[in-house]
Structures are given as structure tokens and as C-alpha cells.
């Protein structure tokens, strides 16, 4: 069983960095196939795809949040890492991440998502 557990900062202040950690269980990261994702739902909104990082550690980034995102991984603890930076009250949101497979194309494994408001 796959689980994935986002874990962060619940209040940044505007213009600060945003960093969300993702560790996942009961898969290596770098396994075949699989796709881990950052996803956002900001209040009232729907999901919001903000970018992902492969089995391989190829970063793939939304292009309207590129200039601001950076998706990273540590391949020995089994985590994923989210950095988004100049936040301001718009980024406020619940953040997830997912796993997806290139084969099957779903994202089948979901973290609860975790709550960042963004306010001085």
C-alpha cells in the first residue's frame, strides 16, 4: 500500500517561501513508471496542477507557476519537496500530493493534503 504524507509550515508570511515535504511509503520513489505530483485547491477553487517530479528525477513545473516552483527529491529518506516562492495571499490553499503512473495515467494515491494560508 502506497501512502503519501505531506507535512509544512501552515502560515507563511507574503513574499516568503513556501516549502511542503511529501514523504512517501510503501514505494521508492524512483520506481518505474511512477509520477509524484504537487496539487493545489485553493478555497472555493478547484484542483490546481502544479507540477511533479518522475521516477527518473525529471521535473516537469505549470508553466504560469514555473518562474516560482521548484520540485526536488532526496532519494534516501523517500520524500518529495515542494519550494514556492514571493507568496502572496493567492497561493493560500490545501496542497497534495499524488502519485500517478505513465501506464495507467490516474492518480491513484493521494496524501490528505495539508492547509498553508498565506498572511502577514
Known amino acids: 500500500q502506497v501512502q503519501l504524507q505531506e507535512s509544512g509550515p501552515g502560515l507563511v508570511k507574503p513574499s516568503q517561501t513556501l516549502s511542503l515535504t511529501c514523504t512517501v511509503s510503501g514505494r521508492s520513489i524512483t520506481t518505474n513508471d511512477n509520477y509524484w505530483t504537487w496539487i493545489r485547491q485553493p478555497p472555493g477553487k478547484g484542483l490546481e496542477w502544479m507540477g511533479a517530479?518522475?521516477?527518473?528525477?525529471?521535473?516537469y513545473y505549470d508553466p504560469s507557476l514555473k518562474s516560482r516552483t521548484s520540485i526536488s527529491r532526496d532519494t534516501s529518506k523517500n520524500l518529495l519537496t515542494l519550494q514556492l516562492s514571493s507568496v502572496t495571499p493567492e497561493d493560500t490553499a490545501v496542497y497534495y500530493c499524488a502519485r500517478k503512473t505513465f501506464t495507467l495515467g490516474v492518480y491513484d494515491y493521494w496524501g490528505q493534503g495539508t492547509q498553508v494560508t498565506v498572511s502577514s
Open positions: 517530479i518522475d521516477y527518473s528525477g525529471i521535473s
